[in-house]
């Protein structure tokens, strides 16, 4: 375990960055000095490097002047409280945890706090125990927000431009016309065995066939919901006709949780909830969306499963974690691609192979088109696997190569 500093925001800091062996950097907020310096001895124990601040102004000045792995804070302080610093701070920093604690809880403070984004909401005292675990499991989420965004500003995607309002109606409407659903399994390789199948959107319109291209002209057109359910009745109409014991994932624009029918107990997809994983791939951010974690919980309440896709490839916020809290995460091709030549991109895949560990989240690589990248995948820890190594999407179901 490293050595442990404890310094004040408004106080020496002597030695406060020389721990390289600490477990994070921690910014500790309570206006009650006896109460802080207990809480920094909790953490400090645990290996954490701990700076602590008596008031909101000395807290703020220090975020701006040195980066945290995780903020606690308490609520009621005189001058700027918890609830203004958390707002403050997400104006120059959207991603590190913010953890609220309070002796007095009041419902309203407790949905402000989500509202602004506040990973907890502790009530004080909280045991030693109990804070040690919330510092660890956010700073752990805060190290893969950190890997999200330095994978997009390397792999990020550039947009495509999709022309006219009315003719891209003309081609949407062609596309909604053909629209059929593909399936590519997702296999486990340890095993050798299929694990499950994802839903794939395909259709006839030339310009449009990329589901992407065909999400975004829905998204500019505000036929996204339409699309969204069209999309899940026709793989429940597929459930339906031909079963299979596998999952089943299908894709979810985050915008889509915001409509009702999603979570309608009798939706079509609703009556095959407990064998559908829904992946949402982060094209819009979470934070546009009322009572998420909510919807979320509605969701899993009907039996699903939830999936962040496309990790390197959408937003890179710690939202997405946060509110989802995941049980699956997909790990974009543009990551896997060539992984066996490139030291950087198995360092960062087995680094996020690693976090999901930690966190009980199930990973699985996208886009593995050759034995040696599948073989990259399995060295850094991986095991789950998708791609044309193995089967491309097809009608229902596509046959499992496994190959040498």
């Known amino acids: ?87 403050l701070v997400r104006e120059h920093d959207l991603d590190v945890p913010f953890v609220l604690m309070t002796g007095g809880p009041a419902i309203d403070s407790a949905v402000r706090a989500m509202e602004y984004g506040a990973l907890r909401y502790l009530i004080k005292p909280v045991a030693p125990a109990e804070l040690e675990e919330v510092v660890t499991r956010a700073v752990r989420l805060h190290q893969m927000a950190r890997i999200k965004r330095e994978a997009l500003e390397i792999y990020r995607l550039e947009g495509k431009a999709l022309g006219d309002r009315a003719g891209l109606e003309a081609r949407f409407a062609h596309a909604m016309e053909t629209l059929w ?12 065995s299929t694990f499950a199948y994802e839903a794939l959107v395909r259709n006839e319109e030339a310009t449009l066939r990329s589901p992407p291209d065909l999400f975004e002209a829905a998204e500019r ?17 597929t459930l339906d006709e031909q079963p299979t014991s596998e999952l089943i994932f299908v894709n979810l624009h985050a915008m889509e949780l915001a409509d009702d029918s999603l979570i309608a107990p009798d939706a079509p997809l609703s009556r095959h909830a407990r064998r559908v994983v829904l992946e949402v791939t982060e094209r819009a ?15 899993r309440a009907l039996g ?55 966190l009980g989240i ?43």
């Open 1 to 87: 375990m490293g050595a442990t500093s404890v310094a004040s925001a408004d106080g020496p800091r002597d030695g406060l960055e020389g721990d390289a062996t600490g477990r994070g950097q921690i910014l500790l907020v309570d206006d009650e000095h006896s109460i802080a310096r207990a809480y920094a001895r909790t953490l400090g124990a645990a290996g954490f490097t701990v700076e602590t601040a008596h008031d909101g102004a000395s807290a703020a000045a220090a975020t701006r002047a040195r980066k945290f792995d995780v903020i606690v804070s308490d609520i009621t302080m005189p001058g700027m409280n918890g609830l203004e610093l958390l707002r």
């Open 181 to 192: 659903i593909a399936y590519q399994p997702i296999v486990s390789w340890s095993r050798r």
């Open 221 to 237: 057109l505000g036929r996204l919901q339409e699309l969204g359910r069209t999309v899940r009745d026709r793989v429940a109409r």
């Open 285 to 299: 951010p979470l934070e546009q969306i009322r009572d998420v974690t909510a919807r979320v919980a509605q969701l």
């Open 304 to 358: 699903y499963r939830i999936a962040v896709d496309d990790l390197g490839a959408g937003y890179a916020g710690l939202t997405s974690f946060a509110h989802l809290e995941p049980e699956v995460v997909k790990v974009d091709m543009s990551l896997i691609r060539g992984i066996d030549l490139s030291p950087m991109k198995q360092k960062l895949l087995g680094s996020i192979v690693g976090l999901c560990r930690d």
């Open 362 to 404: 199930e990973i699985i690589a996208e886009g593995i088109e050759t034995e040696a990248e599948r073989d990259a995948l399995v060295k850094v820890g991986g095991d789950l696997c998708q791609g044309y190594l193995f089967a491309r999407p097809d009608r229902p179901w596509a046959v499992t190569n496994f190959g040498s």
